[in-house]
């Protein structure tokens, strides 16, 4: 499942959407859901994803860490170092949690902000900090949120790689015969590419959220699609 970044709406109707599809098959499966990363940001509902992401994995799902979630722990660690995060965002995760955003973002004020969001979170810290993998490998397919280098192996792979993307080759095949199913990059459509599948469609400005189902075959999923 590609980057939710707070539209729980449409994480609730892609969830609906995957058991529908999963009820049109008669083999008694179970979907093995694994989330990509970058739950938090840009849309209105960071908090209460978070609260389904909790849930989620309780129920068994995998979830992955995006670059959203390193960028907020970042700020909770060091507010002014990290405030960037305010500008990716973290403003609409604040407003989430009920927090209103810096108005000049001196040292102090940034730092007075970022111990209430760490209260407001509660358990939602140690979620990110402690629940969210780097990346997932199930037979010949690699999960990640954003990129793998090139030919290198997975327990030497540069952590802001797989968190950020690649600086000069992103999207580039990581070794024949190995899928690799990331987001990260937001296009309209799902991407297929050489020994690649990327699922973020950009939920928080196409409001469609988009998931890769893979058995016999690659289908994709999305929040925007008829209800069953």
Known sequence: MGDVHGQAHCLDALMDRIEADRLT????????????????????DSRAVLDRVAALLDEGAVALAGNHEDALLTFLRSPVAGASWLTFGGVQTLASYGIAPPRHEAAEELSDIAAALAEAMGDHVALLRQRLMRYLVSGDVVFVHADLEPRVDLDAQDERVMLWGHPTDPGAPWRPGKLVVHGHYAEPKPVQSEGRIGVDTGAYFTNTLTAVRLDESVGFIRSSDPAP
């Open 25 to 44: 098959h008669d083999d008694e499966r179970r979907s093995r859901i694994v989330l990509l990363g970058d739950y938090i940001d840009r849309g209105a």
